[in-house]
């Protein structure tokens, strides 16, 4: 079946790209839930478009412990620290949706990362209006945390709810744009892909406590950390492949 693109400019500014002849035109103004596996764009809809991707390497310092020794041996102090990391900046104007990518596995906010004796380093990546921007925080207690580096990469998305302008599809030699600015050439749009994606999204749990222990498992199904307590059966589950 071939695809077909209407725009209507003229009244109420509908544009749409649908799986259909051009006879179809009509069944596609407002759509109906069963007709959204039919269409791969209309203007009514809101869209999470990725923009832009950050990958950057970030080397965490050493976070040595506190001890000291005296008449009745090595006493060790619990030391707590925090420290932000910069990631890099975006021109979004907002604190967009971003996926976090570390070494090749995709994360949750607050994941330790590393652990050593009495000592633990855990980060969360965040977005303000124009930085992208990583927590650190540790503690330390008898064991010295050793020096780590990681890479990541960060997804920003922009959430395509409203549209701007009066042109209702716009096509130059070197872009295309439909919809007041909802369709653009300049955005990559999520999609879903079953084979190697570039992430995941779910809206299942990704971690569980038990024995005082947590075991956390990301979206996609791959368990990320599991604190040495932890005995409890929880598995995850695999949510939805995305590329953009």
Known sequence: MSKTLHADGGNGGHAYIYNGSASDV???VTPTAAQLSDLYFHSDL???ANSQKITTTVSFPQ??????????GTTYTVT????????GTHS???AVPAIVIMDGVQITAGLPIQSAGGGLRSISVYVTATTVELLEEYIT?????GAISKTFEIYLFDYLSTGSGNTAISMAPSSFTAGFG???????????QTTNPDFYVTKDKTADVANGGLKIVNAGGTSVYTSSSYNGGFTGSTGTGIDV
């Open 26 to 28: 009509n069944n596609y």
């Open 46 to 48: 809101s869209y999470l």
């Open 63 to 72: 976070r040595a412990m506190n001890s000291s020794s005296g008449k009745y």
């Open 80 to 87: 707590r620290g925090s420290q932000t990391h910069s990631i």
């Open 92 to 94: 979004k104007g907002a």
């Open 141 to 145: 207690f008898n064991t010295t945390l």
């Open 182 to 192: 909802k369709l653009n050439t300049s955005y990559k749009y999520t999609r879903k």
